[in-house]
């Protein structure tokens, strides 16, 4: 089969235009009524007098996305007319979180709706409940994609995101015994109330067959791929509204559906059982999302994920600057992609297969097309999250595609050797194949295939030029620039924090809301005595929701006039969670040996674990032995304590983030390539205490240091201790504090019944050399939460520094975020 054999009708252009807007009426309470109600009976199918809170979750959704849809048509329409350049945004992974309320605050409807809720019988708030987060990502990165598109449809940018729709997005934690045990997710039990499903988009994506070369008329050498073993794409559409802009940004997720040609064929065979069986295994494609940030190489069902996700994109991407009547020669100038990491590096490679086997272009003009197309942001430097694939699995999956990465090596070597005469060396550190272990290096392959390099945040673009990128950055130092991350205030402020809002919003107006700067004006009520203490008082509501969280889901009560330290963040050696965790248990030996001078503290840890990753599950387990130990000591109650909150998402972040008094933000430095929850927390009004890494380090200098409690090695402290050869158990025979807590969780102090359930651990501490400086970095920690101790005493000084806090995160928005790649990456405007 090749490429065009699947009929599509899809994106037809528009025989009238503008026509589409306010179709539906939702101007009064009584309008928003009707319209809840005319939902509920005609789509729902249930009567009013009998909806559940769910039915009236689908009917108020229903209702918004039909807004949505409304207003997409007019955002695409003036994208038309203006005939501009868009940014095409392809991520493996969207953490979007709930919708109901983004969208209606976005659209200015929440109030009205609410209202018309309330008068039929129904509370908004428990209705939203009822939403399934859609949690199609891991962490930050996913994280991050959502927070760009919120932004770029604030901003009126005219963008498109593609992803996957995963069946099975991030599984469910249960805590079960202290660990960790994943539960698939079923957010699609009930249907997507959000999404369109679109059976008219679909394109066909190839894998397996292999290359028949042939020479054409003119003589030149043709290298096609055939005999392949098709799956279809298909489209969900998922409208992404813009704040108060009109704008609504698609989001576009592909889902996998088996081709009618495997049906036929089998069929024709009277092999009813194949049919289907083929079925499902291409359907699988689409199915679960891998719920690993760092080691996962060499899973062929991924490498044919990521393929299947870039190549629909792809197709869909070209048709529509096809549709639009440029040339394909234009493609950069109407086109800019921009790849979330290497999950999708294998767009460069499908880009020029498109352009060269379907298009006839040349090898040259395709790859001046293509590389002007692309740009790559890196998320990591963790050496074993570099995303490399075996040659022999490339091979069998997509031997078109390592043909042409081949050529693409090929005539960058030549590049190289040239500006780099005589130096062999270097042609093998910068090549894409890694011969030694019969690898493609994916970060070079998008090195290679991009105008632009960008890392996240100014240290770790830094450490990204001088490590990974070294040789490349020697050869074309101007590809390499940063944009340090950001967050949308409208979520992470505006809909989890309403209390913390509106008083902002009383003091300084609401244009912060989409310009963040304006929120530096909060600076001068940090002394106001009065200012101070309504802040104060809305901090204490959000902790008391919080508390609460705690109370139902780890059954532990905290006093919200303690204070409240929370950790929340995928689990990973490299965050360091464990050296939370000794902190806890020296506070705890000092309150048993009497110590008095201890303010209360409560301390929340959450997240998850990689399925796989067994040191992380021994470190929730360890985190939950130790809570039952503490929580359930007499001599410490009311004045320490400790919880594992499950399921850490994006609705539970938003509870915690806003009750937060002191976020830990402790990664080894040079580790965390930005961090984003370090922005959220301190927007809230929490404290950081936070080593010199990521964004940490522009953190510090925007609000200031005597607003932030540094503590531990710097990057380059770290890196040469490193080199000199670093010895923990120095650290800890000279600390002795630090000595008995490690002893503690070593000897089954814990875990009586299992003594030796955390050698693991205590090797990784000790023998195994401390990969992560935890024993290095304890002293400097535990001495800075001491002054975390003896400042939150004071709590006029520390709720002015969180004024301050929250006063100077203007640049940490992701609008800034996203200004920043539209200049100096994207070269796009806003819509007029
Ligand atoms: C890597 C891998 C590799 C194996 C296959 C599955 C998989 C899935 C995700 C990842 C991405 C890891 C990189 C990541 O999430 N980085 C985080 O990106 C945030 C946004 O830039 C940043 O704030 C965090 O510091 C960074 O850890």
New binding site residues.
Partial sequence: MTDQTVPMDQDIQPATSGDEGDLIALDTIDDIKRQLKSYLVHNVGVSPSYASQRDWLYAAAGVVRGLLSEQYMNTALREREQDVRRVYYLS??YLTGRSLIKNLLDTGLYEKVRQALAELGQDIEAVSEFEYDAALG???????AACFLDSLATHSYPGFGYGIRYEFGMFTQRIENGEQVEHPETWLRYGNPWEFERPNIIYPVRFRGRIASYKDDRGQDVRQWVDTEDVIAMAYDVPVSGHDSGVVTKLRLWSARATRDFDLKYFNQGNYIDAVKDKTISENLSKVL?P??????GQEL?LMQEYFFVSASLQDILARHNRSGHSLDKLPEKVCIQLN?T?PSLAIPELMRLLIDQYGYSYEKAWDITSHTFNY?N??LLPE?L?TWPIAMLEALLPRHLDLIYKINFAFLQQVKIHFPGQPDILSRLSLVDDSHRRIRMAHLCVVGSSHVNG??ALHTDLMRINVFADFNRLTPEKFINVT?GVTQRRWLLQSNPGLSSLITEAIGDRWRTDLLAIKELEKFADDTGFRDRFAAVKRANKVRLAALVETRCGVRFSPDSLFDSQVKRIHEYKRQLLNLLHVITLYNRLCDGDDDIHPRNVIIAGKSAPGYFLAKQIIHLINDVAQVINNDPRTRGRLGLAFVPNYNVSTAEIVIPGTDLSEQISTAGT?????GNMKFALNGALTIGTLD??NIEIRDAVGEENIFICGMTAEGVAEMRAHGYRPWDFYHNNPALKRAVDMIASGFFTPDDPHRYQAIYDTLLSHGDHYFLMADFDSYAAVQDQVDKAYRDQGTWVRKAILNVANMGTFSSDRSIHDYAKKIWNISSLT
């Fill in positions: 493996l992974e891991n962490g930050g990165l996913g994280r991050l891998y690993a940030d760092t080691t996962l190489m991924r990491d999950h942001t998320h990591t999250a995303e996240v945040a991350n965390e390539a930005s961090g984003t990521g964004a």
